[in-house]
């Protein structure tokens, strides 16, 4: 086996052992390169079909290039697409975009860091509790529905990868959160030769990580290997940009990069070229503890 046979035989067993363990399971999807190598991991997995949901939280600021491929490949593969989104918090301008024109000092001005709190933290929390309403994608008419299940989903397999970002290496494969979804960092089990603590109280919040193990390169490497479909943002177009994480329009910006197509990201992050810039450096509203901060009180 070579380094991502071995990579790829971990996530499906982490995959299995989640699916294994809890009832109410389901799959967090970003849309982004590494949560749709994790759901490529999980169709293997299942041979084919994932039998939990895909969950994705909308907030309203996506670029459209991002929502068309999240429901094409919802409906190409038959996932059980659910959306969960603040759309009164975006309707009533409690958004960082909306709040830009008001004087500094006004309470009602949000940082970034505060529009993420409202718009993916909160509203990821709410949503796996069933306190909003979630919405299902109708995979024959794709048109999105009020989805009749309310009940809260205890399981949530996200795509963190430990070499991301500073407080992803803090994970574990199998990670606890209390019942609003906070997690301290201090309190989490140890993990050695693959056993892992899969045996927690019933209603427990639990985050699983398949590809705790993985990196940037290796994702990349899988993707072409795999032959992943993966959104354009992440290749240059033509204006010497692209983007190397995705997330929301205004609070990110794309890198000076020439790579068109697979050969050429993978060459460019084998250059070391990038070495000295984060991956997320685009994300404008990580901060230096933005992102921390936001994880320990329930985000991805």
Not at 69 to 83: Q, S, T, W
Not at 137 to 166: C, Q, S
Not at 194 to 216: C, M, S
Not at 223 to 233: A, C, D, F, T, Y
Request: with cysteine; net charge neutral.
């Amino acid at each position: 086996m070579d380094q991502l046979d071995q990579l790829e035989a971990q996530s499906v067993y982490i995959l299995r052992e989640a699916y294994r363990h809890f009832e109410r399971l389901c799959m967090l999807w970003s849309i982004g390169k590494d949560s749709t190598v994790m759901l490529w991991l999980a169709r293997k997995a299942f041979f084919g079909h994932v039998p939990f949901p895909l969950m994705h939280i909308d907030t309203s600021y996506k670029l459209p290039e991002m929502i068309a491929y999240r429901d094409r490949l919802a409906r190409e593969f038959n996932l059980r697409m659910i959306v969960g989104a603040d759309a009164a918090a975006v309707k009533e301008g409690r958004t960082f975009p909306l709040t830009q024109h008001l004087p500094d000092g006004d309470p009602r001005k949000l940082t970034r860091v505060q529009c993420c709190g409202i718009l993916k933290r909160d509203a990821l929390n709410s949503t796996l509790s069933g306190e909003r309403q979630r919405q299902r994608l109708n995979l024959t008419t794709g048109v999105y529905e009020p989805d009749p299940d309310r009940e809260p989903y205890h399981g949530v397999i996200a795509g963190v990868r430990a070499d991301e970002e500073g407080s992803r290496s803090k994970e574990r494969y199998f990670s606890p959160r209390d019942k609003s979804g906070t997690w301290d960092v201090g309190d989490q089990p140890p993990e050695f030769w693959n056993q892992f603590k899969t045996d927690y109280a019933p209603g427990t919040h639990v985050r699983i990580h398949p590809l705790l193990d993985w990196t940037e390169l290796t994702i990349w490497e899988y993707i072409k290997r795999e032959n992943i479909p993966v959104v354009s943002l992440y290749f240059d177009q033509g204006q010497g940009t692209r983007y190397r994480s995705l997330g929301c329009g205004p609070c990110q910006s794309p890198i000076r990069s020439n790579a068109k197509n697979l050969d050429d990201v993978i060459a460019e992050l084998k250059s070391g070229q990038l070495r000295s810039i984060a991956e997320r450096s685009g994300r404008l509203q990580d901060g230096k503890h933005g992102l921390e901060e936001l994880r320990r009180e329930g985000y991805m």
